[in-house]
């Protein structure tokens, strides 16, 4: 298969186009996922091996921060990083389930590589190193696959052949209308030659059926199925960037959007060369924002975006939270994953709402939690005391993600806020600081931020915990299962806390003063369109910076914070159309 690409300075690095040919599932063999960064070039160390990393973590430099800040040139086209994006295990399966829609999907047992966290999302294109076992993998599925499929032939075919005569013509139709379906693009005439003598060759040996068997197998691996390959056209006038073609920018859409392949309006669209504008890629993103798959692809983003993997195989101290249970750790995540998705698409929409919000979903078992007289057994929108609880961040399923066995976790509370809705991640510990802390007992008779505050101000670690306690001791009021309390071993909780470095400094006294002053940030606005940008082009978010992310921050500001109104303004910016012109 022709790939534009070539593969220099190690197997994970891509630089620049050139016409190369590789067999089905080379590009996996060689382990691609390099990028090309609109700014500077990215590579990782050649000594690293195909398990090494672009970088050394996250920073806190210009591209971190940059999105709070204004664009230096709106006008300009701002190409965003381009790698080479394998379908996430998400993608995978639906994207068979979607190729393949009379057929019960289910029934094939896959093998997926384990995805690997980068940033807290699983989508990075650098964190996609493949390895023979990987390659092996999808061998196995393209075969399992392709047997489930053709079991029953008049469910995949365009055609039924009557007779041994009428199978060429039918083979040809179906490589022609399957492989446009698989590939995400109309084949080539070199592939449509290729495929077809597969075709030939096999039908002559096996017989139609094998035939058809094994072109779904050499489909389903090969590289343009496997992973997106973007190439776009010549570089726009008076730019280092080139603007996507129709069908590539059907494939991010529709994988943005849906998780899932383009679907038939949009393949549609593509034909038609709508999809080249801006214009018509928001009418193809409202439309799409109204799927129940829309639904299920953003609710994937936030659970990353969140963090919600903190939620799951919850622990909590038998001695000093009695109450807690599997199915109480199970209500928690549940409520606070059904929480944002409500706000995100029912109750206010808005990064404000997110952080303010005063409601809760509740049960009888959450319902001590809250302070509420729920009995139903069923989850419940239920208004909270605004006193307590102010949006995400006071959720009682998050404070219990982020806390400790037998305690409440100041650390972990204010990196989160500094990660996730700040973009400015601190970092790590030293090697040779202790982060252990003795457990905490009644007989303590010491707060969690008494104790931490006493190790904290040492030299060596004051100068990282002044921002990251200002912001967890904060939070000081919710314990380890995520209960309101006003005081912890006899001694009264202080929840006053500081913001430092950064566009809303100053002090608050607790979690819901806190939201209300980070839901007042340009700068969270410029972090969460930051996070967006990075998991719709699969990169780390140091790799966005503020003159891509300007349009999405601008989207918020005219809309009041509507966070579908962002999403929209992201697949309509020039950083998602477009990919840089390789140095």
Request: hydrophobic letters at 40%; aromatic letters at 6%.
């Amino acid at each position: 298969m022709s790939i534009s690409w070539t593969l220099v300075a190690g197997p994970r690095h891509i630089l620049g186009v050139r016409r190369i040919v590789f067999p089905l599932c080379a590009v996996l063999a060689l382990g691609c996922n390099g990028f090309v960064d609109g700014n500077k070039e990215q590579q990782s160390d050649p000594a690293g091996g195909l398990g090494g990393g672009l970088g050394g973590g996250s920073t806190n430099g210009g591209t971190t921060s940059g999105p709070a800040a204004a664009c230096n040139d709106p006008a300009a086209i701002a190409p965003g990083p381009s790698p080479l994006v394998r379908l996430s295990a998400t993608e995978y399966r639906s994207t068979l389930r979607d190729l393949f829609p009379n057929v019960a999907m289910a029934a094939a047992e896959l093998t997926l590589p384990a995805e690997v966290q980068s940033d807290g999302f699983l989508n990075t294109a650098e964190a996609q190193a493949p390895s023979a076992a990987v390659i092996a993998s999808f061998h196995d599925n393209a075969a399992a696959v392709a047997k489930l499929a053709t079991a029953d032939l008049t469910k995949i075919l365009p055609c039924s052949p009557a007779t041994l005569a009428d199978e060429p013509s039918c083979g040809a139709k179906f490589i022609e209308t399957f492989g446009k379906q698989a590939l995400r693009r109309p084949l080539s005439a070199d592939e449509t030659t290729r495929y077809s003598a597969l075709f030939a060759d096999s039908r002559k040996q096996w017989g139609f059926p094998v035939a058809i068997r094994l072109l779904i197998q050499a489909f389903l691996q090969t590289p343009a199925f496997l992973y997106r390959l973007e190439y776009g056209g010549a570089p726009v006038a008076g730019s280092q960037a080139i603007a996507l073609d129709s069908y590539e920018m059907a494939s991010r859409l529709s994988y943005l959007m849906t998780d899932s392949m383009p679907d038939a309006e949009l393949v549609t669209a593509a034909d038609q060369g709508t999809l080249a504008t801006a214009e018509g890629l928001e009418t193809q993103a409202r439309r799409l924002l109204k799927l129940a798959g829309a639904r299920d692809a953003v609710a994937s983003f936030n659970a990353q975006w969140l963090r919600f993997d903190k939620l799951g195989n919850l622990v909590k101290a038998a001695d000093l939270y009695p109450s807690f249970s599997p199915a109480l750790a199970s209500a928690l995540k549940d409520a606070t994953v059904r929480y944002v998705d409500r706000i995100f698409w029912d109750e206010g929409h808005t990064v404000t709402s997110l952080l303010t919000d005063n409601h809760a979903y509740v049960n009888a078992m959450l319902a001590p939690l809250y302070g509420s007289t729920a009995t139903a057994t069923d989850l419940a929108w239920t208004e909270i005391d605004a006193s307590q609880r102010s949006g995400i961040l006071t959720q009682a399923g998050l404070m219990a993600g982020l806390a400790h066995e037998r305690n409440d976790a100041p650390v972990q509370r204010g990196v989160f806020v500094l990660d996730r809705l700040l973009c400015q991640p601190p970092p790590p510990p030293l090697a040779t600081v202790n982060t252990s802390l003795p457990p905490l007992t009644a007989a303590s008779n010491q707060t969690t931020r008494q104790q931490l505050e006493a190790s904290h101000n040492t030299p060596t670690c004051a100068a990282c915990h002044t921002a990251i306690d200002g912001i967890g001791f904060g939070f000081g009021n919710y314990d380890a299962i995520g209960q309101w309390r006003t005081t912890q071993f006899g001694q009264n909780v202080d929840a006053t806390g500081e913001l430092v470095g950064t566009d809303i400094d100053g002090k608050f006294d607790g979690a819901v003063a806190m939201g209300k002053k980070l839901a007042e940030s340009r700068q969270v606005r410029g972090c969460i369109a930051s996070q967006w940008l990075g998991y719709a082009l699969a990169v780390r978010r140091e790799h966005v910076d503020a003159c891509m992310t300007d349009p999405l921050v601008k989207a918020l500001e005219a809309s009041s914070g509507d966070l579908r109104e962002m999403v929209v303004a992201l697949v309509k910016s020039a950083a998602f159309r477009h990919r840089p012109v390789a140095p």
